[in-house]
């Protein structure tokens, strides 16, 4: 990684001009995204504009801390800019190599009566976006805080299209129905989760979100009068303190994804490059791929099979099965409604005398784990983070010593400051004996993969799972509505795989053998269209082989070199192009919706292509599990037109002659 900072020349007379006027701007690289900043009768006040259009009208700033609040008799010291080029490699992710380029603006506040505190108000422009957050320096006079409220105003200018997921409180799993309403419509004082999307009519959209998560609470918007203010997640037992921490600290970075259109906002690695480098020295340990998750299928193994259960000739089955296919994790989780691990609780819930490093009986680990890597294949498990927790440290060095792999960390339900601590000083330790981390029940990601690229993935969205027992299921209605929202912040975990689809009238809940909406070629343009570095293989062995579409899911990869955004009409279409290697996958997915897309093959570079295709059939408003497969020749000045069924979608895998 290289940098470059540059101290503005006229800093000096920035500073006579801050104290004249109270006011200072900071626009992005190429101009169009401007952050503005003043004291108004001191107190800090911001706005953004975006192509000369005022999309943050101006917004207060302020902190309410046991001992008063830091918003009035406030005085601007000797502002910092700098401009800054960096370059990085992420080890998982939409993009290998990132470049990022920004101006950064420190502003330092300092009070002009007692307790004389100082506050800096940091400031990072980009082209696609902005990030703001409160750093405390040391200071003599102030050594610790305790932050009751973080008021930071998001006054949005006229009444942009809001598509959020809004929730009771803040013990949540983040598992949803997106709403999609005017923002003069949203109700007072009701949790919206982030990233939250504002659709302009001028087709400008802004996403807020957070980035770098640590020793905080996690963030919300709720709409308090005619603007959005910052809800955090209070500590538990009480209602009142959300933040305590020792000087000097430093918040998470409130982020704005700003663009014309939805792409420039897909596209972006804001959020990563707004956290601190990686922290791992040797990564050679660490693989991304994809898993199976036999609880899913209901843990179904073929009827020959000799005493099922959990126990080394069901973990056989099915990491025969991944060794066949490429696939490169078997998750060990439950049989029979219990856990792998000895546990005393009910419902998955662990009891007083839960001990994940003792398996059930008749289960060995150490002798799964051997099996498991003699054949090229890693043991996963999963384990409730409250049946872990208490026993971290001996937990993971005894995972270790099996020779497992990762695991699923689930039921955390929680963002306040003690949960985002307890996940932190999980994926440290995780890192420390060799384990990857898959977040379920958990918030959204904030880029900490960037320095701790063993967490793979998070869940924090409504998924196939709930096929298991929601009688309405999982339609491609939602679907469609992740890469516009959640999946904005990062890495999103479904449970995919199912090829069992069936039309909207014959759909049920089922627990075992789940069945899907959407067709099969929507189910397999998931695995494009979702970011994630861990994708799920869900369903049973003989679910796949010999099934049309199973070798694409066989071949496709988890982490990507490049992405681009090739269509994206919010909630309606979406069509995204990866490229990994000198291979590039395409995945399209469409709400209820039939249509016809046309697809340009400009973002490819010269050449000649084979691409293999997999596309919905004349017939699947009856079966929708039939496909056309075809392979044909692509060069990058051709168009295809490609026949899309409702709830339906496409894949091409593109090689290069």
């Not at 599990?625 to 051709?638: E, Q, W």
């Amino acid at each position: 990684m290289r940098s470059r900072s540059c101290f503005f020349i006229g800093c000096l007379l920035l500073s006579v001009l801050l104290h004249a006027q109270e006011t200072v701007t900071l626009a992005s690289p190429n101009g169009k995204l401007v952050f503005g900043f003043s004291l108004v009768d001191q107190q800090p006040v911001y706005t953004v504009q975006f192509n000369h259009h005022t999309i943050i009208r101006p917004s207060h700033l302020s902190l309410v801390f046991a001992n008063g609040s830091f918003q009035r008799s406030l005085h601007i010291n000797t502002p910092v800019s700098t401009d800054t080029v960096v370059h990085y490699e992420l080890f998982a992710g939409k993009t290998k190599t990132v470049r990022t380029h920004y101006k950064q603006l420190r502003i330092p506040l300092e009070e002009q009566v007692a307790p004389y505190r100082k506050l800096d108000l940091v400031v990072r422009v980009f082209d696609d976006g902005l990030g703001f957050r409160y750093e405390y320096p040391e200071q003599k006079n102030w050594t610790n805080y305790t932050l009751l409220e973080e008021q930071t105003v998001f006054a949005l200018a006229g009444d942009p299209v809001v598509h959020t997921l809004f929730l009771p409180n803040y013990t949540s799993s983040h598992e949803g129905i997106y709403s999609n309403l005017p923002l003069s419509r949203v109700k007072q004082d009701t949790l919206m989760d982030m990233p939250t999307l504002f659709e302009f009519p001028d087709h400008t959209c802004v996403a807020i979100t957070e980035a770098a998560l640590l020793d905080y609470a996690g963030m919300y918007l709720a709409k308090e009068g005619d603007h959005l203010v910052s809800k955090l997640s209070p500590l538990p037992g009480q209602n009142a303190i959300k933040v305590n921490a020792s000087l000097p600290h430093r918040s998470p970075w409130r982020v704005l994804l700003v663009g014309e259109g939805m792409a420039p906002l897909m596209e972006s690695n804001i959020i990563t490059s707004l956290n601190e480098p990686c922290a791992l020295p040797d990564l050679s340990w660490l693989k991304p791929g994809k898993t199976t998750f036999p609880w899913w299928n209901g843990n179904v193994v073929p009827d020959t099979l000799n005493a099922p259960g959990n126990n080394f000739v069901t973990a056989q089955y099915y990491i025969d099965f991944c060794a066949r296919n490429g696939i490169e994790y078997h998750s060990v989780v439950e049989y029979g409604l219990h856990q792998w691990y000895k546990d005393d609780g009910i419902s998955f819930m662990p009891g007083p005398h839960a001990d994940v490093t003792t398996p059930v009986p008749g289960l060995d680990m150490k002798q799964v784990c051997d099996y498991a890597k003699q054949k090229g294949v890693g043991i996963r498990v999963w384990v409730h983070w409250a049946a872990l927790y208490p026993k971290l440290d001996s937990a993971f060095a005894v995972f270790e010593r099996w020779g497992i792999s990762g695991m699923m960390v689930d039921f955390m339900d929680r963002d306040d400051q003690l949960m985002v601590n307890i996940q932190t000083e999980i994926l440290q330790k995780a890192a420390a004996h060799h384990l990857h981390i898959q977040f379920h029940g958990a918030y959204k990601p904030t880029g900490i993969n960037r320095t701790w690229p063993n967490e793979f993935t998070r869940e924090g969205t409504l998924n196939y799972e709930a096929d298991k027992w929601n009688p309405a299921g999982i339609s491609p209605n939602h679907d469609i509505s992740i890469p516009f929202t959640r999946m904005l912040a990062g890495s999103t975990d479904y449970h995919l795989g199912g090829f069992r689809a069936v039309p909207k009238d014959k759909f049920r809940a089922q627990y075992t053998r789940p069945l899907m909406l959407g067709t099969r070629c929507h189910m397999l343009a998931m695995y494009v269209v979702l970011e994630n570095y861990l994708q799920m293989v869900c369903d049973y062995p003989a679910a796949y082989e010999g099934q049309e579409g199973f070798s694409f899911i066989r071949n496709v990869p988890t982490s990507w070199d490049e992405t681009k955004v090739l269509n994206a009409q919010i909630d309606q279409y979406v069509c995204i192009a990866r490229r990994k290697d000198k291979d590039w996958y395409i995945g399209a997915i469409t709400n209820h919706n039939a249509r016809q897309p046309v697809i340009s093959f400009d973002f490819l570079p010269a050449g000649n292509y084979e691409a293999e295709i997999y596309n919905d059939a004349p017939d699947t408003g009856k079966n929708p599990n039939h496909l056309v497969h075809r392979i044909r020749s692509i060069t990058p000045g051709d168009h295809l037109t490609v026949a899309v069924a409702a709830g339906g979608g496409f894949v091409m895998h593109l090689r290069k002659k």
